[in-house]
T-cell receptor, first 117, second 113 residues
Framework: DSGVTQTPKHLITATGQRVTLRCSPRSGDLSVYWYQQSLDQGLQFLIQ???????AKGNILERFSAQQFPDLHSELNLSSLELGDSALYFC????????????????FGEGSRLTVL | GENVEQHPSTLSVQEGDSAVIKCTYSDSASNYFPWYKQELGKGPQLIIDIRSNVGEKKDQRIAVTLNKTAKHFSLHITETQPEDSAVYFCAASSTSGTYKYIFGTGTRLKVLA
């Protein structure tokens, strides 16, 4: 158990709909990362938050948004869903040591599998 | 932008043989190179990492090598066992870059008993 909790584990919805994925990081971790993993694909970096603020942005679509709340949990919002958005969405957390950029292990949750029909 | 290429995409080896997975990165500012193992139905988990001031690191049956000049790094697994079967991801990170972690496309390793 990595200590990172993601809900829901599975989600089936229709095109055009909106869903919210939730992530609770490990206790004490300030950074949260979101990754998308499509079938037989690698881990595509979407976005990173540090202590409530957006830190880095990857290949995140405009239809997607995220935020990190004061209690450090994070939510990824996916709207106007398309068939191609079907994927496994991972959240990861790490201890962030600030601008000095200490290298830190990412701890991944077990993912939220989204199926868009 | 930053990019990490990983080869091969699939690899089958006989139990007891060695497996080698190679990665190439593009951002010369990258200075941290972790490897993650993803078992079926689970999230990736760190198995070993190497920093730019080190050329090689070993942990039991697993070793990583880094060639900063060529921007290559590799994962070596010796005496493979069936439980080594999984998807392996390399990643590159820079303390001064835009992204914290850029992952390779993954290698599906099958160890045949």
């Amino acid at each position: 158990d990595s200590g990172v909790t993601q809900t829901p584990k599975h989600l089936i919805t229709a095109t055009g709909q909106r869903v919210t994925l939730r992530c609770s990081p490990r206790s004490g971790d300030l950074s949260v990362y979101w990754y998308q993993q499509s079938l037989d694909q690698g881990l595509q970096f979407l976005i990173q938050y540090y202590n409530g603020e957006e830190r880095a942005k990857g290949n995140i679509l405009e239809r997607f948004s995220a935020q990190q709340f004061p209690d450090l949990h994070s939510e990824l919002n996916l709207s106007s869903l398309e068939l191609g958005d079907s994927a496994l969405y991972f959240c990861a957390s790490s201890v962030e040591k600030g601008s000095s950029g200490a290298w830190e292990e990412l701890f991944f949750g077990e993912g939220s599998r989204l199926t868009v029909l | 932008g930053e990019n990490v290429e990983q080869h091969p995409s699939t690899l089958s080896v006989q139990e007891g043989d060695s497996a080698v997975i190679k990665c190439t990165y593009s951002d010369s500012a990258s200075n941290y190179f972790p490897w993650y193992k993803q078992e079926l139905g689970k999230g990736p988990q760190l198995i070993i990492d190497i920093r730019s001031n080190v050329g090689e690191k070993k942990d039991q049956r697993i070793a990583v090598t880094l060639n900063k000049t060529a921007k290559h790094f590799s994962l070596h697994i010796t005496e493979t066992q069936p439980e080594d079967s999984a998807v392996y991801f390399c990643a590159a990170s820079s303390t001064s870059g835009t992204y914290k972690y850029i992952f390779g496309t993954g290698t599906r390793l099958k160890v045949l008993a």
